[in-house]
Nanobody
Framework: QVQLVESGGGLVQPGGSLRLSCAAS????????MNWYRQAPGKERELVAL????????TYADSVNGRFTISRDNTKNTVYLQMNTLKPEDTAVYYC?????????WGQGTQVTVSS
């Protein structure tokens, strides 16, 4: 079965950095685009970044463009989100997402808190 497991969240001061990882299994990872979403308290879940199956195409939300970088290692079935210059408004639960054979799959999420 498809499984997505995020890690790397935590508490960081404004201006700091974190790197999230999402380990995928149960499908042919290298054939599918991967996405990172986030959901802040009281807000809807929003798309943060996506990456094509080969890593050649990436797209970012305006709010994170220039600060976050999505990447993937198809030999490790893992997608990453490098987050730099973090702001308090980046505080949210971050989710890994894949749409496999028409079905949306989600990880359990990892909490990122940006606070001094």
């Amino acid at each position: 079965q498809v499984q997505l497991v995020e890690s790397g969240g935590g508490l960081v001061q404004p201006g700091g950095s974190l790197r999230l990882s999402c380990a995928a299994s149960g499908f042919t990872f290298s054939s599918y685009a991967m996405n990172w979403y986030r959901q802040a308290p009281g807000k809807e879940r929003e798309l943060v970044a996506l990456i094509g199956s080969t890593g050649g195409t990436t797209t970012y939300a305006d709010s994170v463009n220039g600060r976050f970088t999505i990447s993937r290692d198809n030999t490790k079935n893992t997608v990453y989100l490098q987050m730099n210059t973090l702001k308090p408004e980046d505080t949210a639960v971050y989710y890994c997402n894949a749409r496999v054979r028409g079905v949306n799959y989600w990880g359990q999420g990892t909490q990122v808190t940006v606070s001094s």
